[in-house]
């Protein structure tokens, strides 16, 4: 069974720029979380989808948003970049919203 | 909001010697889960506990979930130098159906 698949891996963007990222579940899963990992905030909740719904969403600004596809695929979004969005992005599968989490190998941005 | 906090931040320890970290909720956990993450790779789910007073083993790992259903522990015995990474603890509750992540504690060992 496949894992996790984050891209891309690795992006570099300039302030005030705007960027997408993808994450595609473990096959059957049908909830899908964000979390922002930094060295000093550890990793951050960002949101949660289950069944193309938001069902739960974290303390970020609404620069943050995503959604999910009928297929279970995510997306990310982050308008506006600041240089304080530089971190580690990473997606995590589950069959139900309480089963442990599967993650990806996270996408790495920074922001200049 | 609810909030998980982790200690030690980090630990140093030889070859051999035993590590504990301790993981403390705010609010009551339904569940926790404990995760590993070694240098430069993602979180790893090692074991979920739900029990109140449950203690369940893996292999040198022992975790256990507090009678309270606030704390819980990881304690490693004689540690290895595949032992080192970030261990963090996952608390949820059954209501907001969101997990909250420790702070996580950072294990270094050396030879």
């Known amino acids: 069974k496949a894992g996790v698949t984050q891209t891309p891996r690795y992006l570099i963007k300039t302030r005030g720029q705007q960027v997408t990222l993808s994450c595609s579940p473990i096959?059957?899963?049908?909830?899908v979380s964000w979390y922002q990992q930094t060295p000093g905030q550890g990793l951050q909740f960002l949101f949660e989808?289950?069944?193309?719904?938001?069902?739960n969403k974290g303390n970020f600004p609404g620069r943050f948003s995503g959604r999910q596809f009928s297929n279970s695929r995510s997306e990310m979004n982050v308008s506006t970049l600041e240089l304080g969005d530089s971190a580690l992005y990473l997606c995590?599968?589950?069959?139900?919203?309480?089963?442990?989490?599967?993650f990806g190998n996270g996408t790495r941005l920074t922001v200049t | 909001g609810q909030q998980v906090m982790q200690i030690p931040q980090y630990q140093h320890v030889q070859e051999g010697e035993d590590f504990t970290t301790y993981c403390n909720s705010s609010?009551?956990?339904?569940?926790i889960q404990w995760y590993k993450q070694r240098p430069g790779g993602h979180p790893v789910f090692l074991i979920q506990?739900?029990?109140?007073?449950e203690v369940k083993k893996q292999k040198r790992l022992t975790f256990q979930f507090g009678e309270a259903k606030k704390n819980s522990s990881l304690h490693i015995t004689a540690t290895q130098t595949t032992d080192v990474g970030t261990y963090f603890c996952?608390?949820?509750?059954?209501?907001?159906?969101?997990?909250?992540f420790g702070t996580g504690t950072r294990l270094q060992v050396t030879l």
């Open positions: 995590a599968s589950a069959g139900t919203g309480y089963s442990p989490l599967h």
């Open positions: 096959s059957g899963h049908r909830s």
């Open positions: 989808y289950f069944s193309e719904t938001q069902r």
């Open positions: 609010t009551t956990l339904s569940n």
């Open positions: 506990l739900v029990k109140s007073g």
């Open positions: 996952a608390g949820l509750t059954g209501t907001a159906s969101k997990l909250t």
